[in-house]
């Protein structure tokens, strides 16, 4: 008698019996990933010990880096099956952007993937941008440029500091929430906030990145290779955390092909796909920066890809700065992006033109789509947009690399040891925020 | 562009700020996002001639080929382009409700060749009273979730999937969300959460307000109003006294 006959959901749960009945029973009539692909010819053998158990795990769990929810069947301490349940973090997005304009949507888009949220924002305005084909001046796209890739940084630092906070080591988090800190310190100062920066306009920046403001950036990239080259010391031939991380989640390069992972997950196990390079956008393809790639496809690669994508990011960033032009910062068509407050506040038509810009915005004509992705820190971020010529999106689809990422943690996972569930969640990187939409 | 900017007659004037019907043909050519990623002539022109009738329209807009293509036709086109052309990689699968009585839904397919650096957008139709979509997951593992979430926003069944739950939403939950009929605030009494406070029930509505009723109060104005009768009744006709 199975486990599911035993429950009565509808009596032991006072909310959502269906939902759950549907998850274990999902769980029953699986069949796993990994017994498909790596079936031992030798599963006769009985283990006396053996025993089934069924786990919860989340949707709290301090390990899960958000609300994500694990429903796992355990052999003894091998995870034979896993389906994950998401969506405990569902906004609806989607739908919420079919009733704002263009430019009303940036504020949600710093919500979605809240630790590199600028990434976001460049992400939906190069969207918007490519539906309604607006120029974006070039000294904008350069600081968008060296903002992202300071939200990349600040993006990688957090996942090293939790997951390796996750294996037992509490000190890296302290140190990589030092830098993150001196990160939050320069979106501060450059957008004016720390955490939802919005920054970004339709058709260029809302303000120019100042003297100080590229002191600070200059100051950080200055300190932060060297800490980085420190913490290597600590880590790369550390032997508890290589035994903690070494072989742990391997995907080969077709199976991460094939269930669709993105991003430093992919890289990881030998894929050079980068958006970067596949489809440069802003000014990519002018700066000099290579993409890591290690092809062992286990947790330790990803650790490595992902060390290495910080220090790529300075590289970038250095270039962006040398090369960073005079001029204007958004594009100086009225009736497409917003007139700048001088011209708001001592001309008419600067006004009228503010005026229709937030109350309509631009207009790309009935029936156009287009798709935007960029590399985020996550992987690949992409936004399809729908018109019907109004100031609205008709349809808004995010594609979120955290989502692509944790449908293949669910097949990952399986096979795994229990005591290396974190270890995988953690280097998988997901946040629920840009999953859950 | 430059004849526009000096009308004929000043009742031509352009009123940019009108919904545009047709598409700006200027405005296509100048895109500066256009990437070399998405022209894939070849490959359409490579679709139309294996598959024929199957390929229904193909259209560009922003340098991006997208192709209209049979739903029955659907999976022997994907098996094609990934065995043959390289498209390898599902980045992405998404329902689109176009809200017109025929052909309502439409369920697009963001395929990547990483080898050739191409990308490809398939397009498939579906009528409201025939909700039904072939499965991708025989090709593509990774559409798994993709179809869930479709069915879960828009209930478009997929055929052959392993797994149809829906996604985000709990199962309970009867309504599909993204379809533009669905009310931008939610149904009511939809979706039961935990109750607010021990004793009472679930929470039918998470957002009474927006319904025009008013909220339950909380936990601790009721323990305060236990133990002290006489403040309650200073402040009997203010809301939340309907309780007692």
């Known amino acids: ?437 | 562009m430059a004849s526009k900017q000096q009308p004929t007659h000043p009742k031509t004037l352009p009123f940019l700020f009108t919904p545009v019907d047709s598409s700006d043909e200027s405005a296509e050519r100048t895109n500066p996002h256009i990437k070399s990623s998405t022209d894939v002539p070849d490959v359409v022109s490579s679709l139309k001639e294996r598959f024929g009738e199957a390929v229904l329209d193909s259209r560009v807009y922003a340098g991006e080929h997208t192709v209209l293509v049979a739903r029955d036709h659907l999976v022997d086109i994907c098996r094609y382009l990934k065995e043959e052309l390289g498209f390898n990689f599902l980045s992405d699968l998404g329902g689109i409700d176009r809200f017109t009585d025929e052909d309502r839904y439409e369920i697009f397919y963001n395929l990547v060749s990483i080898e050739k650096e191409q990308r490809l957008r398939l397009k498939i139709r579906i009528g409201e009273s025939d909700l039904e979509a072939p499965t991708l997951t025989d090709v593509f593992h990774g559409a798994d979730w993709n179809e869930r979430e479709c069915y879960d926003m828009f209930g478009i069944r997929f055929v052959g999937h392993p797994d149809l739950r829906r996604m985000y939403m709990p199962e309970d939950f009867e309504y599909y969300p993204l379809r533009k009929e669905f009310p931008l605030l939610g149904i009511p009494g939809s979706l039961p959460l935990p109750p607010q406070t021990p004793e009472a029930g679930l929470t039918m509505d998470p957002f009474p307000a927006a319904h025009g009723s008013k909220p339950v109060k909380s936990y601790d104005e009721e323990l305060s109003k236990d133990l002290s009768p006489e403040r309650s009744e200073n402040r009997s006709g203010g809301p939340g006294t309907d309780v007692a």
């Open chain 1, 1 to 437: 008698m199975s486990i599911i006959e035993q429950l009565d959901f509808s009596k032991t749960l006072s909310y959502w019996p269906r939902h759950n009945e549907a998850i274990y029973r999902r769980l029953e009539s699986k069949h796993a990933w990994l017994e498909e692909r790596h079936h031992p010819d030798d599963d006769e053998a009985v283990d006396p010990l053996d025993n089934e158990m069924i786990l919860n795990i989340g949707p709290q769990h301090p390990a899960t880096h958000g609300v994500i929810r694990c429903v796992v069947k355990l052999d003894g301490e091998t995870i034979k099956k896993c389906v994950l349940d998401i969506g405990y973090l569902h906004r609806g997005l989607e739908k919420l952007a079919e009733s704002k304009t263009y430019q009303e949507f940036m504020p949600y888009t710093d919500r979605m993937d809240y630790l590199s949220p600028y990434s976001n924002n460049v992400a939906w305005c190069l969207a918007v941008e490519k539906l309604a084909a607006i120029e974006v001046p070039e000294r904008a796209q350069w600081i968008r440029m060296i903002m992202s890739e300071l939200a990349r940084i600040s993006s990688h630092l957090l996942w090293m500091g939790v997951s390796l906070m996750d294996a037992g080591a509490v000190s890296v988090f302290l140190w990589t929430f030092q830098f993150r800190e001196d990160l939050y310190n320069i979106f501060d100062e450059v957008t004016g906030a720390r955490l939802t920066v919005s920054h970004s306009r339709i058709g260029g920046l809302v303000t120019d990145l100042g003297e100080k403001g590229i002191e600070m950036i200059e100051d950080f990239i200055e300190r932060f290779p060297v800490a980085v080259g420190e913490w290597e010391k600590l880590l790369n031939r550390n032997r508890i955390w290589i035994d903690r991380v070494d072989g742990v989640g391997v995907l080969t390069a077709e199976e991460a092909v094939e269930l669709g992972m993105t991003g430093a997950n992919l890289r990881g196990s030998g894929v050079g796909h980068d958006i970067r390079r596949f489809e440069p956008y802003l000014k990519y393809d002018e700066v000099d920066f290579t993409i890591p790639i290690r092809t062992e496809g286990d947790a330790l690669a990803r650790y490595f890809v992902r060390m290495e994508e910080m220090k790529e990011a300075i590289i970038i960033i250095r270039q962006c700065l040398d090369r960073l032009p005079e001029g204007e910062i958004r594009s100086d068509d009225a009736k497409r992006s917003y007139p700048g407050k001088d011209e708001v506040y001592y001309s008419m038509e600067g006004l009228i033109h503010d005026f229709m810009v937030t109350d309509t915005g631009v207009c790309p004509p009935n029936g156009a789509e287009a798709y935007h992705a960029i590399e985020a820190p996550k992987g690949e971020l992409g936004f399809f947009l729908q018109s019907d010529g109004t100031g609205r999106p008709c349809r808004v689809r995010i594609n979120s690399p955290s989502f692509s990422n944790l449908q293949g943690l669910e097949s990952m996972l399986e096979g795994g040891m229990m005591g290396d569930m974190v270890v995988m969640i953690a280097t998988v990187d997901p946040v629920l925020g840009e999953a859950d939409k």
